[in-house]
């Protein structure tokens, strides 16, 4: 098991090691209580710890960069209680920890949920994250290629345009013989004088 397995689940608390997914779901694994469950797509979103960003004061960081100075400053800094700690001894504990973590958009409900999941992490040995430090960069290369891509649905717009071109024409066409409304007129006229003497 590795950390860019895990994955949290909207409406479950917890972490989750994800096994397999399918079209209407996934299968994942309980970090807690080792069982296995099936998670409905149309119910539950599911996000791998490694996707997650946490705002800082500068760029925004990977959640696991945040836990890495939670574990390197584990036997100098008193870890916070998620469920007994203060809002304010939360906060102090991440300001000392990731001094530039932007409090005013992460909040305290965040924080808690981070050390949840750090214990979690560190129970099951998945506090390692040098691979995946180093392999970042090769990550964001294709998270970019739909970027490139974006274009295209431009050049679809292109066909679009031409019909609403040649219809102009045609307005035009259609336009002259109404200005020319006078001489159409007497040619109905005739029209009906030639049935008249017909009769």
């Known amino acids: 098991m590795e950390y860019r ?13 994800l096994l397999t997914t399918k079209s209407d779901g996934a ?26 960003e946490v705002y800082t004061t500068g760029d925004n960081v990977r959640l696991h960069e945040v836990f ?3 574990k390197d400053n584990d ?8 469920k007994n700690a203060d809002n ?12 530039d973590i932007d409090e005013e958009r992460v909040y305290v409900s965040d924080m ?6 750090y214990d979690l992490l560190k129970a099951n040995e998945l506090l390692n994250f040098e691979a995946l430090t180093r392999e970042v960069p090769a990550e964001e290369a294709p998270a970019e290629a739909p970027v490139a891509e974006a274009p295209a649905p431009v050049a679809e717009e292109a066909p679009a345009e031409k ?13 002259e013989p109404a200005e020319a409304g006078g001489e159409e007129k007497p ?13």
């Open 163 to 175: 019909p609403a071109k040649k219809a102009a024409p045609k307005k035009k066409k259609a336009a």
């Open 68 to 70: 890495q100075k939670m």
């Open 75 to 82: 036997g100098s800094v008193a870890m916070a209680d998620a």
């Open 5 to 17: 397995e895990i994955v949290a689940v909207t409406g479950l608390g917890g972490l989750f090691q």
């Open 27 to 52: 299968i994942v694994r309980n970090l807690s209580d080792k069982s296995t469950k099936f998670i409905s797509a149309r119910l539950h979103n599911v996000t791998p710890l490694e996707s997650i």
């Open 112 to 117: 808690k949920k981070m050390l949840k999941w």
């Open 88 to 99: 304010n001894t939360i906060k102090g504990y991440f300001k000392t920890v990731f001094p």
């Open 187 to 199: 040619a109905k006229k005739t029209a009906a004088k030639k049935k008249k003497t017909e009769e």
